[in-house]
């Protein structure tokens, strides 16, 4: 039954113009969302004041990554790696460990070799999941011989492999050269060679870096393309390979890039368009296909991927990103899934030279808006059935079906339902033996990994939503979860972490890493965990709304009552609204915070919470109850200093000394944090010895027994990255000469043996044995991907990674 705006909007209690919003922003039909649960509606309510949510994520973590001169550098990792090695003049494997930390592989390609450093062994990293959760999945292959053996790549985590169809999965190697990984192609002619693109660029700013391409003969050891590892290849989105194996195509941000030598040596490039997709006739290695990533636009070649020819379209201009689909039956057919507002689809009959518009229509005769609003960022379509043409399957926040060549679609899934597919779709893969009668199998990625529909005809067929009869979640130990931050209480063992895409989770000992569970929705982001209340967490949704958790991190929000930064759900007006001054954060309603902004809890009063917008904002009463009208109490305590906070800390012991850095360099001191109105002091601005960076300031640590002594890290793939006070900030010394040029995202020190120095960098973990004058000369694990966060839970470290979640590591005997 078709449901009407109105109705929608008197069943849901919203307003009746809140419905087209709704609608067109998740992709949805008023069906779908007639069975979103109350929270869910005002969860999706509340998305709608952040309208590019993906992009956003990408512009903060490029922030990052930003010199002093505000650009990031061509192969910015390599190159570091390839600094630090000549510095240090490594030759042989260094100590096997330093600081109860094992070293990772020999430095050379992170390929080889275990050598432990300060008491860490890599198989002393205990990984804690989720197992359950997933991460962005943007390639999946499957071996055309043995389809129980399948790849996945994922968005910050590497290439995982699975042998027994997905009921578990391993990485290929967590010391890959680069995990920021966006595509898979297998070679048709030697199904064991595989290539994987590295860095993403569906986005306005890559914010995840590549390093070109990798490949690997066997399935199991890869290595990089040198050829690749150049500028032009930091953002590979997708590769084909030939029947024969003979050319390879390269989609990246720059052009299309075209290699016929069998070392793979020598590419050319052939077309100066950013392109998104590019494909091979599957029946004929003369013929191909590419799609813009931006441009609106397609292209297509008769000679090998030689040279290309824009095709041609009826109808309204294209506009942003186009993906593209060879119909199995017969390739003359192209399916096109267009971006334009919220998504249209046209097909080519010519093989891909002229394209007509399909008339794109959901179940209740409008144009569907299968797309929502980030069509540049989840879209694609499948037509892979060898009996079919007319079956078209469509990615974008939900999975929709045609069974006519695009003019009517159905959803097939329902992102909001546990049951059914998460949202945000990227990959759709044919089981090799898909034939379309004996075999209907198709696999997926999205933002929470990898799902299967065992028979794709009777999957998503429910009368009505939600559909999830003929799902399966194949997210079996698949660990790719992209933390921004972590926090634990030592009482319960309990952690929670702010994930990207996939909200505040929480992590129950007992439960183990398959038994992670969700306890606030959306992006997460920075966490806390009160010391002396194991009921009480707090977590961050974007531009610091903080919310608050009192039951041991075991139940969702489903009521919309948990912020305590001032948001609330206004049942009067029916639309997410702010309490009075001073029950509210005002650069938390006014977005003038970073996307993922810092908030600390007071290491010496469980009561008092700081947050960092423009302004440092402090509550003293963070456990106040909730009420429509009243809460927690802000106060600045800290004016705007022109720059967005990005970093703070509450010296230990000393709840008058706190620092807070910004986003531009600058770091500031006061001696009277607890006062009304706290006097502060920049520092390290003059002299000799003055602290020199001028970009995002990542990370203030306090050394617990000497509270003048105070570690500074930086972002930008710069040399000076760590600094060091011993005077309460007047002179400082930089401790980043044996680290890679990479962004510094953490510092912990070791609570009993304050010496000992752990560094949370870009590209995996570091140790010091003499407070930072000299660092381990490789990885020291988990992985070779940025561990955003360090903290202690006793004396156990655990590390909280933006793309292979979380793990820890007993340092209490070292």
């Known amino acids: 039954m078709t449901i009407s705006d109105a109705q929608l909007a008197r069943e849901k209690n919203i307003r009746i113009e809140q419905v087209p919003l709704l ?152 010391f890959l050269g680069n995990l920021a990984c966006s595509c898979l192609t297998v070679d048709p002619a030697a199904p064991t060679t595989i290539y994987v693109g590295t860095g993403e660029g569906f986005s306005n700013a890559d914010a995840l870096r590549g390093n070109g391409v990798f490949r690997t003969t066997d399935g199991a050891n890869w290595a990089p393309i040198t050829a690749t590892q150049t500028a032009d290849f930091r953002a590979v989105t997708r590769i084909a390979v030939s029947r024969t194996g003979e050319v390879v195509l390269a989609a990246t941000t720059t052009g299309l890039f075209r290699c016929s030598d069998s070392e793979r040596k020598h590419w050319t490039q052939v077309l100066d368009v950013p392109l998104g997709i590019v494909l091979f006739d599957p029946t004929d290695d003369q013929r191909a296909v590419a799609g813009a990533l931006d441009a609106g636009a397609a292209f297509v070649s008769s000679d090998g991927g030689r040279t290309w020819q824009t095709a041609t379209h009826e109808s309204k201009p294209w506009s942003g990103r186009v993906e593209l689909a060879y119909a199995a039956k017969d390739p003359a057919i192209v399916y096109a899934s267009v971006q334009m507002t919220s998504g249209r689809i046209w097909r080519s009959t010519d093989g891909g030279r002229t394209y007509r518009l399909r008339r794109t229509l959901d179940s209740s005769g409008q144009v569907a808006d299968y797309l929502g609003d980030q069509g540049w960022y989840g879209n694609a379509v499948w037509a892979g059935d060898p009996t079919d043409a007319n079956l078209v399957v469509l990615g974008g926040v939900d999975l929709w079906r045609s069974t006519d060549g695009g003019d009517h679609i159905t959803e097939i899934s329902t992102w909001w339902h546990p049951r059914s597919v998460h949202a945000d779709h990227h990959a759709i893969v044919s089981h090799p033996s898909y034939d379309g009668t004996a075999n209907r199998t198709v696999l997926f990625g999205n933002d929470g990994g990898v799902f299967m529909a065992q028979d794709l005809s009777r999957t998503g067929t429910e009368p009505e939503p939600p559909f999830v009869e003929g799902w399966t979640e194949l997210d079996n130990n698949y660990g790719v979860t992209q933390f921004f931050s972590g926090a634990g209480n030592r009482i319960t063992g309990k952690i929670i972490g702010g994930a990207q895409d996939n909200g505040t989770l929480c992590f129950d000992p007992a439960l183990g890493a398959e038994g992670w569970q969700q306890i606030f929705g959306g992006d997460g982001g920075w966490c806390a965990s009160d010391p002396d209340d194991p009921d009480v967490f707090y977590g961050e949704y974007v531009f610091l709304n903080i919310h608050r958790n009192t039951d041991g991190g075991t139940s969702d929000d489903t009521d919309g009552d948990r912020y305590i930064s001032g948001q609330f759900w206004n049942e009067t007006i029916r639309e997410w609204d702010w309490k009075p001054l001073p029950f509210h954060i005002p650069d938390a309603k006014n977005n003038q915070a970073l996307f993922i902004a810092p908030f600390a809890l007071d290491p010496n009063n469980a009561d008092r919470l700081l947050a960092g917008g423009l302004s440092l904002w402090r509550t003293n009463n963070a456990k106040e109850p909730n009420t429509p009208s009243s809460g927690p109490t802000w106060q ?142 490789t990885n020291e694990g988990p992985a070779n991907c940025s561990v955003d966060q360090l903290f202690w839970m006793d004396e156990t470290l655990v590390s909280a990674t933006h793309g292979r979640g979380m793990f820890r590591i007993d340092l209490s005997t070292v």
């Open 23 to 174: 609608r067109r922003s998740r992709g949805a039909t008023n069906e779908t969302l007639q069975g979103l649960p109350d929270a869910a509606i005002r969860r999706a309510l509340r998305r709608l004041n952040h309208p590019d949510l993906p992009n956003a994520r990408r512009l903060f973590r490029l922030e990052q990554e930003r010199g002093d001169d505000g650009t990031v550098p061509a192969n910015a990792q390599g190159t570091a790696l390839d600094r630090m090695r000549a510095r240090l003049g490594i030759a042989e494997p260094p100590a096997a460990q330093t600081a109860g930390v094992p070293t990772g592989p020999a430095a050379e390609g992170f390929a080889a070799g275990p050598t432990p450093t300060a008491g860490m062994q890599l198989t002393q990293w205990e990984w804690l999941g989720p197992g359950n959760i997933g991460g962005r999945t943007r390639g999946i292959v499957i071996h055309p011989e043995d389809p129980l053996r399948m790849w996945a790549a994922s968005a910050g985590g590497g290439v995982w492999h699975t042998g027994d169809g997905g009921r578990k999965w391993a990485p290929v190697d967590d």
């Open 636 to 777: 600045a305590i800290k004016p705007s200093a022109g720059s967005k906070i990005s970093a703070l800390a509450v010296t230990p012991g000393d709840s008058d000394l706190i620092w807070v850095g910004h986003v531009n360099g600058m770091l500031f001191r006061t001696t009277n944090g607890t006062a009304a109105t706290p006097s502060w002091a920049r520092v390290g601005v003059t002299g000799p010895d003055r602290l020199r960076p001028s970009r995002y300031c990542t990370c203030v640590t306090v050394d617990p027994r000497d509270p003048e002594t105070v570690f500074v890290a930086f972002g930008g793939f710069e040399a000076d990255n760590l600094w060091v006070t011993h005077d309460g900030g007047a002179r400082w010394s930089r401790l980043a000469e044996t680290l890679p040029d990479v962004p510094i995202r953490a510092v912990a020190i070791h609570p009993r043996r304050t010496e000992l120095l752990y560094c949370g960098t870009e590209v995996g973990l570091y140790a010091s044995e003499d407070r930072g004058v000299t660092w381990s000369a």
